[in-house]
């Protein structure tokens, strides 16, 4: 007899982020931002604002950096991305597929919703590979009762 989705109270609390490197990359982008918007301030440049937007853009790559992540708890995911949390029951969830954008989880009310912090190459894609971010696709639709296949279905093993 399988568990319903939502009800494993067993279940460990699972949070995926984004790799060491992703984010020294987006960190390292930060720091670019930071020294071209003083620059542009040590310049006099009459254009505060585009330094303004410099500086926005490294508040915005040192947040991607450290809030960005996907956890699997034993009756939801919850996606943090840029803006904010959504936290999906995994009793909602019908499809989960990793992509070039991000790992999507697509729910039974049409609805769809992207954690930033896992993707996929398209290379991996087209050539067939299995990824962190499949891995991590299957761990969501396995706690959500769907069936861990190759497919870009994935169907309730309860129906």
């Not at 987006?26 to 009459?46: H, K, P, S, T």
Request: charged share 20%; net charge positive.
């Amino acid at each position: 007899m399988t568990t319903p989705p939502g009800t494993d109270d067993s279940a460990p609390i699972r949070t995926w982020r984004s790799s060491s490197l992703g984010n020294a990359g987006l960190y390292f982008m930060g720091v670019i931002c930071i020294a071209l918007g003083v620059g542009l301030l040590a310049a006099q440049a009459e254009s505060i604002l585009a330094a303004l937007l410099f500086f926005g853009a490294a508040a915005a790559c040192v947040r991607l950096a450290a809030h960005r992540a996907l956890t699997l708890t034993p009756d939801a995911v919850v996606i943090t991305n840029l803006f904010g949390q959504r936290t999906i029951a995994l009793t909602s969830v019908r499809r989960v597929t990793a992509g070039y954008n991000g790992l999507t989880v697509d729910t039974h009310d049409r609805r769809s919703y992207t954690a930033l912090v896992i993707q996929k190459s398209n290379l991996s894609r087209w050539l067939g590979r299995r990824t962190r971010a499949d891995e991590i696709a299957d761990a969501v639709r396995s706690a959500a009762g769907l069936s861990v296949s190759k497919g870009l279905h994935h169907h309730r093993r309860d129906h």
